[in-house]
């Protein structure tokens, strides 16, 4: 498979959600090496077919625009880059999902002369499965940490297990940017950064809108904005069960109360205290030096993330900042979280940079895919996950994976819309009605 002749990198992204393609989209223009002066790259995203395949306000909202955009399954994902010649490919995707592929393109390229430089990573913090993820995602050739503190966690996993740790490459998070804080506005603005899943309960998530439009009613001089992922209906990487606009409704908030939507940046240019239960927004708004809250309300745990900003000097309650607090974040943390505060964003990607150049220069080719999880050393485990995606034990498509050796017609096409359409209704509508009645 030859490298691209022309000047422009040939780069393919395959992601599962919104946040990944924006991750994944993002961190391919970071990284992508340059060529005989250029840097100019060609973009082809491909986003995997599932629950949270992004819709197209989604990719708008994103902001992240590439030369071409299709939908596929694993299995016709991996017939394109049979046929296809890139020089980077970017994985976006849940760990299963890039154990999955790395196993179904092992199996496609042997034999090639040449393949692309594979590239995988997290969209934010990593603050659960770290082994799992980890363990999940070896076999790329390189695997991104955003930061100092997740790279040496990352080496240490490998290493513990006995896999190669030379993949693991310090970066940034590739969504960083925009203009420092420089004081207060005027409106002063509050932004609650709100998650999908964290948290999950209907009690939480009421109390922590009560207590934003608490803040608006005692604060009526302050703008407060509710920041919204996702519409009802739309997924994100998570699954929404009981989406902020529908606890809102039948209150009534005051003026300076707001739901907004649009891309976190855009909102960021406003904001004057980002609050958060641990929304990778904080590390976006630490960047810019924005005072930045994690909130404590619902105490400090791994089931929410925010034990993750233990040390940064940002965890505060409710209470504290409806009396006029300001948090100050401690540096020597911001600085171990790729947050790239002190200016040295511009440096963050070198390192991959580099790496990328060397991997497409190697004389021969780079060797085959090697993950960790073979059917050797994970027989209990792998064929699972690579069943998932309709492949088998050594990453071939199963006997009746969806259209694994031809392009689906136009009538299948529209089959697959609706079926989709059925199945998003079913896991954010029925799904949780089901779930619920099996908790009375």
Same mark, same amino acid.
């Given at each position: 498979? #030859?490298?691209?002749?022309?000047?422009?990198?040939?780069?393919?992204? /395959?992601?599962? %959600?919104?946040?990944? =393609?924006?991750?994944?989209?993002?961190?391919?223009?970071?990284?992508? #090496?340059? !060529?005989?002066?250029? %840097?100019?790259?060609?973009? *082809?995203?491909?986003?995997?077919?599932?629950?949270?395949?992004?819709?197209?306000?989604?990719?708008?909202?994103?902001?992240?625009?590439?030369?071409?955009?299709?939908?596929?399954?694993?299995?016709?994902? $991996?017939?394109?880059?049979?046929?296809?010649?890139?020089?980077?490919?970017?994985?976006?995707?849940?760990?299963?999902? @890039?154990?999955?592929?790395?196993?179904?393109?092992?199996?496609? =390229?042997?034999?090639?002369?040449?393949?692309?430089?594979?590239?995988? +990573?997290?969209?934010?913090?990593?603050?659960?499965?770290?082994?799992?993820?980890?363990?999940?995602?070896?076999?790329? *050739?390189?695997?991104?940490?955003?930061?100092?503190?997740?790279?040496?966690?990352?080496?240490?996993?490998?290493?513990?297990?006995?896999?190669?740790?030379?993949?693991?490459?310090?970066?940034?998070?590739?969504?960083?940017?925009?203009?420092?804080?420089?004081?207060?506005?005027?409106?002063?603005?509050?932004?609650?950064?709100?998650?999908?899943?964290?948290? *999950?309960?209907?009690?939480?998530?009421?109390?922590? /809108?009560?207590?934003?439009?608490?803040?608006?009613?005692?604060?009526?001089? &302050?703008?407060?904005? $509710?920041?919204?992922?996702?519409?009802?209906?739309?997924?994100?990487?998570?699954?929404?069960?009981?989406?902020?606009?529908?606890?809102?409704?039948?209150?009534?908030?005051?003026?300076?109360?707001?739901?907004?939507?649009?891309?976190?940046?855009?909102?960021?240019?406003?904001?004057? $205290?980002?609050?958060?239960?641990?929304?990778?927004?904080?590390?976006?708004? /630490?960047?810019?030096?924005?005072?930045?809250?994690?909130?404590?309300?619902?105490?400090?745990?791994?089931?929410?993330?925010?034990?993750?900003?233990?040390?940064?000097?940002?965890?505060?309650? =409710?209470?504290?900042?409806?009396?006029?607090?300001?948090?100050?974040?401690?540096?020597?943390?911001?600085?171990?979280?790729? @947050?790239?505060?002190?200016?040295?964003?511009?440096?963050?990607?070198?390192?991959?940079?580099? !790496?990328?150049?060397?991997?497409?220069?190697?004389?021969?080719?780079?060797?085959?895919?090697?993950?960790?999880?073979?059917?050797?050393?994970?027989? +209990?485990?792998?064929?699972?996950? $690579?069943? &998932?995606?309709?492949? +088998?034990?050594?990453?071939?498509?199963?006997?009746?994976?969806?259209?694994?050796?031809?392009? #689906?017609?136009?009538?299948?096409?529209?089959? !697959?819309?609706?079926?989709?359409?059925?199945?998003?209704?079913?896991?954010?509508?029925?799904?949780?009605?089901? &779930?619920?009645?099996?908790?009375?």
């Amino acid at each position: 498979m #030859p490298a691209s002749a022309t000047n422009s990198l040939r780069v393919a992204v /395959l992601a599962d %959600s919104d946040t990944r =393609w924006k991750w994944g989209a993002l961190t391919a223009n970071r990284i992508a #090496p340059e !060529r005989k002066g250029e %840097s100019d790259i060609r973009l *082809d995203g491909y986003l995997l077919r599932g629950r949270a395949t992004p819709t197209p306000r989604q990719l708008q909202e994103v902001g992240v625009h590439a030369d071409s955009l299709r939908e596929v399954t694993a299995v016709e994902f $991996l017939r394109a880059m049979a046929q296809e010649s890139y020089d980077v490919l970017v994985l976006a995707l849940v760990g299963g999902g @890039v154990q999955a592929v790395l196993h179904g393109l092992k199996r496609v =390229w042997e034999g090639q002369a040449r393949r692309p430089v594979v590239v995988t +990573g997290y969209v934010g913090v990593v603050y659960e499965k770290l082994a799992d993820g980890l363990l999940l995602r070896h076999g790329a *050739d390189l695997v991104l940490a955003n930061s100092r503190q997740d790279a040496e966690r990352f080496r240490a996993v490998y290493e513990g297990v006995g896999a190669d740790a030379s993949a693991v490459t310090e970066v940034a998070l590739p969504f960083l940017g925009g203009e420092p804080y420089a004081g207060e506005r005027d409106p002063y603005t509050v932004v609650f950064a709100a998650q999908p899943s964290v948290p *999950d309960s209907r009690k939480d998530r009421t109390y922590l /809108l009560n207590r934003l439009i608490q803040h608006a009613r005692r604060h009526p001089e &302050r703008e407060v904005l $509710l920041k919204l992922r996702s519409k009802p209906g739309e997924h994100t990487t998570h699954i929404e069960e009981l989406p902020y606009q529908k606890l809102a409704q039948g209150l009534e908030p005051p003026a300076n109360f707001r739901l907004v939507y649009g891309n976190m940046g855009e909102v960021l240019d406003r904001t004057d $205290l980002l609050v958060t239960i641990s929304s990778t927004a904080a590390l976006e708004s /630490l960047h810019r030096r924005i005072p930045t809250v994690v909130l404590t309300d619902l105490g400090v745990r791994e089931t929410l993330g925010n034990h993750h900003f233990v040390g940064s000097g940002c965890l505060a309650s =409710w209470d504290q900042l409806d009396d006029g607090h300001r948090p100050a974040a401690d540096e020597e943390w911001v600085s171990r979280q790729g @947050v790239c505060a002190d200016g040295t964003y511009a440096t963050a990607f070198d390192a991959a940079r580099e !790496r990328i150049a060397e991997l497409l220069d190697r004389p021969g080719g780079l060797p085959a895919l090697t993950p960790y999880y073979t059917p050797a050393t994970a027989p +209990g485990y792998l064929p699972g996950i $690579l069943a &998932r995606h309709h492949l +088998g034990p050594d990453g071939s498509p199963l006997p009746g994976a969806p259209a694994h050796d031809k392009e #689906p017609g136009p009538v299948r096409q529209i089959v !697959r819309r609706a079926a989709r359409g059925a199945y998003r209704h079913g896991v954010q509508r029925v799904a949780p009605v089901i &779930r619920r009645m099996g908790e009375l």
